[in-house]
C-alpha cells in the first residue's frame, strides 16, 4: 500500500526563523510529489517535484526531491505568520497519476 | 478567473439523512476530483471524472457515497443513510485535463459535514 509520511507533525517557530518540512514516501511506480499549503479549508498548490535534485523556488519557499531516498523537503526563509498553515504533502503513481495520496499533513504556527 | 467553489460550506444533519454537497470547477476544466479530509489527517481520494463519467471511484468507502456529473461541469457528491463516521470536510478539485499527473489540481474550500 502506498503511504507517504511527514514529519514533524507540528512546529511552532519565531518569526524570521527558517524551517524545513519533510515528506518521505513509499509509492509503487512513482511519478510525482506534490506541495500543498492548507489554511482553513482549502488546499493551494505549491509545488510539483518530478526529477531529482532540480530545487523549486518560489520567493522564499523552495523545495527539492530525492527519488533515490524517497523524501522531499519544503523549505521556508525568512518565515512570517503568513506563513502559518498546514503543508500537505502529496504523491501519485503511475496507475493513477490523478488520485493525489496525502500525508497527515505538518502544522506550522509562525509567532510574533 | 473564479476559481473552485463548493456549497455549502458548511452542512449539518442528522443521522439517518440523505445529503448532497455541489462542486462548480473552474470554468473549462474537463476533470474533477472529490476528496475527504477527517480531522487531523490529510485529504483522501474519492472518485475522478473525466467529463461526465467517472473515471475512477475506487476510494468511494460504501454503496452510501455516490456522484454525479451529468452535464460534465458541476458535480454533486450523494450520501446515503448518513452515519456520524461520514464528518469530515469534503473537498472537491479541478484540473485542466486530467489523467496526466502533471496536471495541477485546484481545490475548493470544501464542505463542512457533521452528522449529529
Known amino acids: 500500500e502506498d503511504k507517504v509520511v511527514q514529519s514533524p507533525l507540528s512546529l511552532v517557530v519565531h518569526e524570521g526563523d527558517t524551517v524545513t518540512l519533510n515528506c518521505s514516501y513509499e509509492v509503487t511506480n512513482f511519478r510525482s510529489l506534490l506541495w500543498y499549503k492548507q489554511e482553513k479549508k482549502a488546499p493551494t498548490f505549491l509545488f510539483m517535484l518530478?526529477?531529482?535534485?532540480i530545487e523549486k523556488k518560489s520567493g522564499r519557499l523552495s523545495s527539492i526531491l530525492d527519488k533515490k531516498e524517497l523524501f522531499s523537503i519544503l523549505n521556508i526563509t525568512a518565515t512570517q505568520t503568513g506563513d502559518s498553515a498546514v503543508y500537505l504533502c502529496?504523491?501519485?503513481?503511475?496507475?493513477?497519476?490523478?488520485?493525489?495520496?496525502f500525508g497527515k499533513g505538518t502544522s506550522l504556527l509562525v509567532t510574533p | 478567473g473564479a476559481g473552485v467553489s463548493q456549497t455549502p460550506s458548511n452542512k449539518v444533519t442528522e443521522k439517518g439523512k440523505y445529503v448532497e454537497l455541489r462542486c462548480d470547477p473552474i470554468s473549462g476544466h474537463t476533470a474533477l476530483y472529490w476528496y475527504r479530509q477527517s480531522l487531523g489527517q490529510g485529504p483522501e481520494f474519492l472518485i475522478y471524472f473525466q467529463g461526465t463519467g467517472a473515471a475512477d471511484d475506487s476510494g468511494l468507502p460504501n454503496d452510501r457515497f455516490f456522484a454525479v456529473r451529468p452535464e460534465g461541469s458541476v458535480s454533486t457528491l450523494k450520501i446515503q443513510r448518513t452515519e456520524r463516521g461520514d464528518s469530515a470536510v469534503y473537498l472537491c478539485a479541478s484540473s485542466l485535463t486530467g489523467g496526466a499527473s502533471t496536471d495541477t489540481q485546484y481545490f475548493g474550500p470544501g464542505t463542512r459535514l457533521t452528522v449529529l
Open positions: 518530478t526529477s531529482s535534485g
Open positions: 502529496a504523491a501519485t503513481n503511475s496507475n493513477s497519476g490523478y488520485a493525489l495520496n
